[in-house]
């Protein structure tokens, strides 16, 4: 199973702040959009998302289809071949796809811990 790029979705209490504070440790602005209360940032490979008042907690996030800089590969896992896969090895998930859809769609799962994992594919 091949979950693509990884990143950090933070759930930030002031986006300007955040954005300042993580601009002083390299990262820079790749895309989003501040007035909008979300930004994507990266330093290098390592991408965190700012995401103000979109949800509660942290999240890690995997986007299918994309490399860790955000740029679409050929061969990758579809999410909902992954939602499969996941179901057969009896995890539960918050949110599923259709698996007769095509193209962009999520699932979204919880840790043992109760940590949120989004898997968000754009394609």
Do not use: C
Not at 14 to 19: H, L, T
Not at 53 to 62: I, P, Q, R
Not at 108 to 114: E, K, R
């Amino acid at each position: 199973m091949k979950l693509g790029s990884f990143s950090l979705s933070l759930a930030v209490k002031d986006i300007n702040a955040s954005f300042e504070f993580y601009q002083k440790l390299g990262f820079v602005e790749v895309g989003g959009d501040i007035t909008q209360n979300w930004l994507i940032l990266r330093n290098d490979t390592h991408t965190l998302g700012l995401f103000s008042g979109m949800f509660e907690k942290n999240m890690l996030t995997f986007n299918p289809g994309w490399n860790q800089l955000g740029e679409e590969i050929d061969e990758y896992t579809d999410v909902r071949d992954i939602q499969r896969e996941l179901k057969q090895q009896g995890v539960s998930l918050d949110a599923e796809v259709d698996e007769t859809s095509h193209g962009p769609a999520s699932i979204m799962l919880m840790d043992p811990d109760g940590n949120p994992i989004l898997i968000d594919q754009h394609r």
